[in-house]
């Protein structure tokens, strides 16, 4: 079955970095885009970055635009999440999505990220 488990969230101060993994497994990872989105307290969940299957195409919300950097390991079946200067609004639960594999979506546990002083 497909699994994905992020991990790397924690405490770190403003302006500090911090970097988010997921590990796959359950399908050809590297025939498929991923994608990294958040939620915050209250709000509803948001895209934060996608990236293709050969991880050679890339976005990212404004929000996050060169601060944040997606990557994957097709070997390793993981994608990453590198987060620099990291905001007090960064603070958010960050969730690794695949698919869809037909009607169905895939979404990690999630990873909490709090960038507080």
């Known amino acids: 079955q497909v699994q994905l488990v992020e991990s790397g969230g924690g405490l770190v101060q403003p302006g500090g970095s911090l970097k988010l993994s997921c590990a796959a497994s359950g399908f050809t990872f590297s025939r498929y885009a991923m994608a990294w989105y958040r939620q915050r307290p209250g709000k509803e969940r948001e895209l934060v970055a996608t990236?293709?299957?050969?991880?050679?195409?890339?976005n990212y919300a404004d929000s996050v635009k060169g601060r944040f950097t997606i990557s994957r390991d097709n070997a390793k079946n993981t994608v990453n999440l590198q987060m620099n200067s990291l905001k007090p609004e960064d603070t958010a639960a960050y969730y690794c999505k695949a698919g869809p594999f037909g009607v169905f979506t895939y979404w990690g546990q999630g990873t909490q990220v709090t960038v507080s002083s």
């Open positions: 990236i293709s299957s050969s991880g050679g195409i890339t």
